[in-house]
Each structure stands twice: as structure tokens, then as C-alpha cells.
């Protein structure tokens, strides 16, 4: 039985539960743990062997985007975690988008299974009903996008399917991301109630190449409220445990109250993609989409 709490023992469930993960390069699946990609480094064949060596910091792949990624305005809409049509039509071109509030999920969906063929392909229909953009900040991009559960985590309706990019993401599984040190809480302004605009303002950041206490400093000075509390990793970590001990069924998630939000900080590598790349998606051919059409 798994415990309701954020602890590094779930943190080492986490990071060793045997998720696979495909390259989009040469569709070779890796997985999570470094046990299991040293037992399967030696199968691999030469054109796999390319797979480790994919880095798309270099010439080849990385290109500054910081024309194509323009402060845009965005119309949202407040999400209750139930599907209305309002929201049903926010996927493509010209919807409105949703609000990013921060959430843990309930401890009864951790570590659901799934097939990992069923899900890839499931996957793939999501991020195509949704353009391939995320439906809270609105970045479209072909590569890295992710999708996410608005429920059940064994529910794999395109109705209960949402597309993230993985900063947004993040901030829907606020246990973990506290736990690991990637995000961590503050008291801000109350006219700040849409997580997508830390999201979006983070990127900009990443983007024009701040370093992280750059980012973590500016985040505070464009943000937080005046002589708000900032929040340490095991403060803000146990109010994460108090969410999810919070949640009562049928309800699948409970949200960060108003007044508090959060500050990433930096995450690092990921299948060797920089964190700008794999993160931040600031890569060729990353655009937010337009205002919605009135």
C-alpha cells in the first residue's frame, strides 16, 4: 500500500517504476531506470546506439526562438475539473484555453498501470484532436508535448485527455515536482490566479538564456505580493502533503488555494535534451497560438 504522502520513498517508486518512454528520433523505447538502460544498452543495435548521442543543444537542432515566441494574448477559461462543452471546444484552432492551477492528484491513481502500445496510441489522437498545443498556456509544438489525466489515470477517453506541455504539466503534479526541488511555493499577488502566466514567463526567460536565480529572482520581483512569504522546499513539500491528504472520493485531485504559486527552479537534463529543449520547448518551430477568435 503506497502512503498518501510525498516522502523520498515515493520519490524512489517514481523515479524506478517501469514507465517506457520513446525517442522520437528513432522510436527506441528507453526507460526510466538506470538499471534497466545499462541491461538494455547492450542489445542495442547501431542505429540505436545514435539514440544516446541525441542532443538537441546542438547547431543541428537548436535555434533561438525568441521571434516566434512573442508575448501573445490569451483568453482562458476557468477549469473545475469537469468537462463542459465550453471546454470540450477549447482543442484547435480558435478555443478558449484553460486556467493552470496547481494540483496534486489523489494517491489511489499513483502507479496505475497501462499498456504501453494501447497508450501511444491514444497518446498520439490526443495531441492531434489538440493540435498539438497545450490547452493551458497555448504553446503548439510538434515535439515534447505531453498529455495528461483529468481523472482517472486508468481513463483513457479522449474526453478525460488533455494536451501539456511539461512545464505546465508539472504544475499539476505539484507533489512530486516539490519533493524532487523543481518547483517550489510563494505568496503572490492576488490578481495572479492563472499559473500559465509563470509558465509563459519562465520560458521567455529560458529562452533569452537567464541563468535560474535570474529567473527564480525575477519570477519574485514580477509576482510576488509585497513581503509575501517564500517558501522552502520541506515547507512547501508539506503543503503538498496536506493536499493530497485532503482529497476525498470521488474527487481526483485538490488544488493550491488561491494566493500561493510557484517558482520553478532548474531540472536539468532529460534523455540528454537540455531542459530549454525537452522543458521549455524552446526549439524551432515553437509558436503560442493566437488569441481565440470572439
Known sequence: ??????????????????????????????????????????????????????????????????????????????????????????????????ILRPSVMAAREWFKERDPEEWRRI???????????????????????????????????????????????????????????????????PALTNMAEIVCATRSMVNKGYDWDEIEVHTYGQFRRTAGRIYEKADSLAIANQLVSSIQAPDFRAYLPEGLAVVFHEEGTWNNFLERTWKWQCITGSRYRKEPRS
Not at 138 to 150: G, T
Not at 173 to 183: A, D, F, K, Y
Open 1 to 98: 500500500m503506497i502512503s498518501a504522502i510525498f516522502t523520498p520513498e515515493f520519490e524512489r517508486l517514481w523515479r524506478t517504476r517501469s514507465i517506457l518512454v520513446w525517442c522520437e528520433k528513432c522510436a527506441w523505447r528507453t526507460f526510466r531506470t538506470t538499471q534497466e538502460k545499462k541491461a538494455r544498452a547492450r542489445q542495442r543495435t547501431p542505429a540505436q546506439e545514435r539514440h544516446a548521442s541525441h542532443d538537441d543543444g546542438s547547431k543541428t537542432h537548436s535555434k533561438n526562438i525568441a521571434a516566434v515566441l512573442p508575448d501573445l494574448k490569451v483568453a482562458f477559461l476557468t477549469h473545475t475539473g469537469d468537462t463542459t462543452e465550453q471546454e470540450e471546444n477549447a482543442n484547435g484552432e480558435g478555443g478558449l484555453m484553460k
Open 123 to 189: 497518446r498520439k489522437q490526443a495531441l492531434e484532436r489538440d493540435g498539438y498545443t497545450c490547452v493551458y498556456c497555448a504553446l503548439s509544438c510538434r515535439r515534447f508535448m505531453q498529455v495528461n489525466h483529468i481523472g482517472a489515470e486508468d481513463d483513457h477517453r479522449l474526453e478525460n485527455l488533455e494536451t501539456v506541455c511539461p512545464a505546465c504539466h508539472s504544475v499539476m503534479h505539484l507533489g512530486i515536482n516539490t519533493l524532487q526541488g523543481v518547483i517550489t511555493l510563494f505568496e503572490c499577488k
